[in-house]
């Protein structure tokens, strides 16, 4: 208990302008906004050659913009031949909630014929590619590995790789792309939450990562995409980017994204993330937590959260939206304290994890080293031979400048 008591006010503290001011150096990166660079899809000149005069197929969601308009108006009003639209989870308005399964719909807007690729149909059938030359894929990643668009990404290569289609990746910068930490999945935890062994944050761009799938051969049976890439003009890994729309309903800020990676091994425990709330992703807790820094209650939110857990009931808990706000610019690394105080301090210990943890986590390595009550210390140093690996391998297929 007393450890905890020292982290409750660790944690409090750290929100003072104080505690701020006696940090180490700040990393040395640069903020970026859309502003300061051109995403792949703005890049209409390096495309557009490609495409013209063929049939398209799109995957894409609310965050797939050419500057303020949506790439599949874009496409449309340049005379493009676009025949369908592939919807990843939250759907291809961004209006359905994590893990919800999305019906095949068409789109009010444009009329075109949408394609759920979430639910029990990750893969594009032959039959749905049969009229199609071209799949134009832009989805705004985040960089953790259980974030399924590169799950998507995985099933839409190895579907046009089968099927003899060219793949194009528009690419977008990757908010979590200055920094690689975490265990790499072991193949006995692959699930759609996480599909190749890869750490947790993986610091690459989802271009970067497609090349990546190719070059290690991770399609079914070792096939290879024919697979273009149109780079992000002026980014670098050095680079904080500033999302000008949220990737998904849950993740409604930069705070958000940034403790994502951190926060979401929650998601495998009695802990609530906060959805429901304001603040998902900014903050954690349950009814029965001893201690905290605030309390929040979870309700029905639509296109978000409308069955949360622990809906209607007050959880204590904290509020670490500060370390998404100020502590990015100072470490590269997932939290874990938080987590292990959480667990060592639970009066439930024993229905603490829940099923879903080791394939968040990537194995059952970390489940049971916090169980036995390994320090941090002791945890990173075990991930440190895989991620040694995966840095080397990782630059092969890199298309920026590295982080320093």
């Not at 996480?194 to 096939?223: C, D, F, Q, S």
Request: net charge positive.
């Amino acid at each position: 208990m007393y450890r905890f008591f020292i982290s409750c006010l660790l944690l409090t503290s750290l929100f003072t302008s104080e505690s701020f001011s006696q940090l180490a150096s700040p990393l040395k990166l640069q903020d970026k906004r859309p502003a300061d660079l051109k995403v792949g899809a703005q890049q209409t000149e390096k495309y557009f050659p490609m495409i013209n005069g063929k049939n398209i197929a799109v995957v894409a969601h609310p965050a797939s913009l050419v500057k303020n308009t949506h790439l599949v108006d874009t496409l449309l009003k340049s005379g493009m031949k676009v025949k369908k639209i592939f919807a990843p989870e939250h759907g291809f308005r961004g209006t359905a909630q994590a893990g919800e399964k999305i019906k095949n719909d068409i789109d009010a807007q444009t009329g075109l014929s949408v394609i759920s690729l979430y639910g029990n149909h990750f893969k594009p059938r032959p039959e749905e590619l049969k009229d199609v030359d071209v799949v134009l894929f832009d989805l705004q990643d985040v960089g953790a590995r259980f974030y399924t668009y590169i799950s998507t990404l995985h099933y839409i290569m190895e579907a046009c790789a089968e099927n003899k289609k060219l793949l194009i990746v528009l690419d977008r910068p990757n908010p979590n792309g200055y920094y690689v930490d975490g265990p790499i999945l072991e193949s006995k935890f692959k699930s759609f939450s996480g599909m190749h062994p890869v750490p947790i944050v993986h610091g690459m761009t989802i271009g970067e990562y497609a090349r990546m799938i190719n070059g290690e051969k991770w399609l079914a049976k070792g096939v290879q995409c024919n697979l273009t890439v149109i780079p992000v003009d002026g980014y670098t890994h050095n680079d904080l980017y500033q999302l000008p729309l949220k990737p998904s309903p849950n993740l409604p800020n930069m705070s958000s994204v940034y403790m994502y990676p951190s926060l979401c091994l929650f998601e495998g425990t009695i802990v609530s993330v906060g959805r429901g709330t304001e603040k998902p992703f900014q903050q954690f807790g349950y009814p029965q937590l001893v201690g905290g820094n605030t309390m929040f209650t979870p309700m029905p939110i639509t296109d978000a959260s409308e069955n949360p857990m622990y809906n209607g009931q007050a959880c204590h808990g904290f509020d670490v939206a500060k370390y998404g706000e100020v502590y990015v610019k100072y470490y590269k690394k997932v939290y874990l304290f938080w987590i292990m105080n959480l667990y060592s301090t639970s009066t439930t210990k024993d229905k603490f994890f829940n099923n879903y943890f080791n394939s968040l986590a990537g194995n059952e390595t970390l489940q049971k080293q916090i169980k036995e009550g390994k320090t941090e210390e002791e945890i990173r140093k075990s991930w440190e031979p895989g991620l040694s690996n995966f840095k080397v391998k990782r630059k092969k297929y890199l298309i920026y400048p590295d982080f320093e």
